[in-house]
């Protein structure tokens, strides 16, 4: 009888540790050259995960060097792809599913985050549209159960728009994970989310309809909070009722050729924890500021250095710091360590060279986090890169130029 209990207690904590390393992502896509001629279509998949930084422990070395991240006791890290699911097949042509496992991309011990991404070309047919995902076993106990699949699934259309005959480009969206929540009170959550062609978003949950399992054993709304809310304009409302409670926010983001059209043209996920916490005793928590201002967009050329610093101010007592300033951003980006620059402010270098595989919007969020353990809200902007030098992003009002 003893050795079954603690056979038990075993397999409970294999769980648990195996759970715990994996805190959400999101997968898009686009075409490399969306004017591209002739049936075969380069597409770009990019997947971004967050993970446990003391489960999966990447390096600021490993991050200059871009290695993959570490494996440790994920084996399935060495031989997971991102499968096809649905109307594979015919419909997905020359599609090989690429690796899961991402390189590293940004660290933050004090939070308890590591921050990886990859990109793949694969080479599919005009017309193919299939969903594939990234599936495993499981997510860390959550409020609503005790152990819980993941399925992060996205939709892949490869059918020319009929507005203008070229490949459409999937919505690029992100979302910073765990995030917090004052328990007992109305939180609001907004999805950032970019375009490439400027085409109507709406956010809605996941489901396993239609034979596409887009949440696995996190489907909401059942595993959220009651009257948890989300709005078309990917706004969601959340309340949290037990402090230590854990949820799994599963959505998926979809762009829609006009305000009047049903049919998406692409469907791409985003999943995240949240984690219900006591107020602190500091109600402020810490803003961010800098450069690009919060929702701006800044033009970029390839090969040419960017440069910028973000500064998160303590509204607390002196008693109360700032621990760190992480961001969610692409490969390439480098964040120095953070620094503290008088008593209440405190700053992050940023360094990035744009490449050719990241022509097109990039979205960048940032976060800070105070020794109470109190996060800022999101600080989102966008980058537009370019090969040339353009006047501001494409959905930006245009100013004069001088170069």
Same mark, same amino acid.
Request: with cysteine; hydrophobic share 40%; glycine share 6%.
């Given at each position: 009888? !003893? ?66 991240? @570490? ?38 011990? @004090? ?43 996205? !939709?892949?259309?490869?059918?020319? !728009? ?122 402020? @928590? @810490? ?47 480098? !964040? ?68």
């Amino acid at each position: 009888m !003893r050795s079954i209990v603690l056979l038990v207690l075993l397999i409970y904590f294999v769980d648990t540790i195996n759970g715990s390393h994996f805190l959400g992502g999101t997968i898009t896509w686009r075409p490399r050259n969306a004017s591209a001629t002739g049936t075969s279509v380069d597409i770009i998949i990019t997947q971004t995960y967050s993970w446990t930084y003391s489960l999966v422990t990447c390096t600021t070395a490993m991050i200059t060097s871009n290695q993959l991240i @570490p494996i440790g006791g994920y084996s399935y890290l060495t031989y997971q792809v991102l499968n096809c699911i649905s109307n594979c097949g015919a419909s997905s042509t020359g599609y090989v599913a690429p690796s899961i496992r991402p390189y590293c991309m940004d660290i933050s011990a @004090p939070v308890g985050t590591t921050i990886s991404q990859r990109s793949d070309i694969v080479t599919l047919q005009e017309d193919d549209d299939f969903s594939a995902a990234f599936q495993q076993f499981a997510w860390r106990p959550l409020a609503t159960t005790s152990s819980a699949t993941w399925s992060i699934s996205v !939709r892949i259309n490869v059918n020319r !728009r009929s507005n203008n005959g070229s490949y459409n480009n999937a919505p690029v969206a992100t979302m910073m994970s765990p995030i917090l929540i004052p328990v007992n009170q109305t939180t609001v959550i907004n999805v950032p989310v970019v375009d490439d062609d400027g085409d109507i978003i709406r956010c809605r949950w996941s489901t396993t309809a239609n034979g596409v399992d887009e949440c696995g054993g996190v489907c909401p709304p059942g595993s959220l909070p009651s009257n948890t809310i989300i709005y078309p304009n990917c706004t969601i409302l959340i309340i949290g009722q037990i402090v230590g409670n854990w949820f799994a926010v599963a959505l998926m983001v979809e762009d829609f050729i006009n305000s009047t059209s049903t049919t998406s043209l692409s469907s791409v996920p985003v999943q995240f924890l949240v984690q219900v916490v006591q107020e602190s005793s500091c109600p402020n @928590p @810490p803003t961010i500021i800098g450069t690009p201002s919060e929702q701006s967009c800044i033009a970029v050329v390839t090969g040419q250095i960017f440069t910028s610093q973000l500064i998160a101010i303590n509204s607390c007592n002196s008693n109360v710091t700032i621990i760190d300033i992480t961001i969610l951003a692409f490969l390439g980006m480098i !964040r120095g360590n953070i620094t503290q620059l008088n008593t209440t402010a405190y700053y992050v270098d940023l360094s990035w060279t744009p490449t050719v595989s990241q022509l097109g919007y990039q979205l960048m969020c940032a976060m800070a986090f105070n020794s109470q353990n109190v996060q800022s809200s999101q600080y989102c902007f966008k980058f537009y890169v370019t090969q040339t030098s353009v006047c501001g992003c494409p959905d930006s009002v245009l100013r004069d130029c001088f170069f």
